[in-house]
């Protein structure tokens, strides 16, 4: 599984901004994909997360409210809408899948290259 970030850039505080990650190879192993975030100096967190089969999220306290993940299975892309952005939204955005065996006895992450998002205040 090979995962593609675009959509990060510069924007104001209050602003708006897409992000997209779109999978490629073996997508119908993926069982969850969610966006994650990394700010200089900080640990990795998870942003929200959504399943392939349901479609269920999940999102951190911090975000909830501003952000929505959504996903387009015909597309093998996953989004994340970020509205009411905050400068302490700043950071590297990642795009995650985890995809088990095909033996199910195991399941791993696969990562993209991030993308930047900075807020100005």
């Known amino acids: 599984v090979q995962l593609v970030e675009s959509g990060g850039g510069l924007v104001q505080a209050g602003g708006s901004l897409r992000l997209s990650c779109t999978a490629s190879g073996d997508t119908y192993r993926i069982k969850s994909m969610g966006w994650y975030r990394q700010a200089p100096g900080k640990r990795r967190e998870l942003v929200a997360d959504i399943t392939s089969i349901g479609g269920s999220t999940n999102y951190a306290n911090s975000v909830k409210g501003r952000f929505t993940i959504s996903r387009d299975n015909a597309k093998n892309t996953m989004y994340l809408q970020m509205n009411s952005l905050k400068p302490e939204d700043t950071a590297v955005y990642y795009c995650?899948?985890?995809?088990?065996?095909?033996?199910?006895?195991?399941?791993?992450?696969?990562w993209g290259q991030g993308t930047q998002v900075t807020v100005s205040s």
């Open positions: 995650k899948a985890l995809v088990p065996t095909l033996t199910w006895e195991a399941e791993y992450d696969y």
